[in-house]
């Protein structure tokens, strides 16, 4: 029986809760999570402890925000002109995906001030706990493609 490791093609089911205990995300409902294990593609904290595991495993961890959304950074929020939305009406609470030397990073608008667009580009769970139900369905290895490509093949 194959065992998750780096490059293997991991299935899940999860269900994520913030650290009020608030549903955050589930497939539980729908098709599974797949992703390649060992690229990142999902957080440090749960990567690391579904390394070594089986299909029919079931986990339910608690990550701390290092092993899960990072820590809050303040400087992720940030004071932008209205221009640089352009003509788009922007309002409290709207996202908008962005380019940053850091990879790409998803803005909410916070607040409006004047001309000014108040943003906060931390993720929305950075800071918090976090809890995950997951139960592994299947891990194969993945194919040369898709190691190469550092994406499944679906």
């Known amino acids: 029986m194959t065992t998750v490791q780096k490059n293997s093609v991991v299935a899940i089911h999860y269900t994520?809760?913030?650290d009020q205990g608030h549903v955050q995300g589930t497939s539980r409902h729908g098709l599974p999570l797949v992703f390649l294990h060992g690229r990142g593609q999902i957080v440090p904290g749960l990567e690391r402890l579904l390394t070594g595991c089986r299909p029919?495993?079931?986990l339910n961890v608690c990550l701390e925000p290092r092993d899960a959304y990072g820590e809050w950074d303040e400087d992720w929020c940030q004071r932008l002109p209205r221009s640089f939305f352009g003509a788009q009406v922007v309002e409290p609470g709207m996202r908008f995906p962005v380019d940053t030397p850091d990879?790409?990073?998803t803005l909410t608008v916070i607040r409006l001030e004047d001309d000014e667009v108040i943003v906060d580009g931390n993720?929305?769970?950075a800071g918090q706990s976090i809890r995950f139900d997951v139960e592994i369905r299947n891990v194969r290895p993945a194919s040369p493609e898709e190691i190469q490509a550092g994406m499944v093949d679906l």
């Open 56 to 58: 029919g495993t079931r």
């Open 16 to 18: 994520l809760r913030n």
């Open 103 to 105: 990879g790409p990073r």
């Open 123 to 125: 993720h929305p769970l």
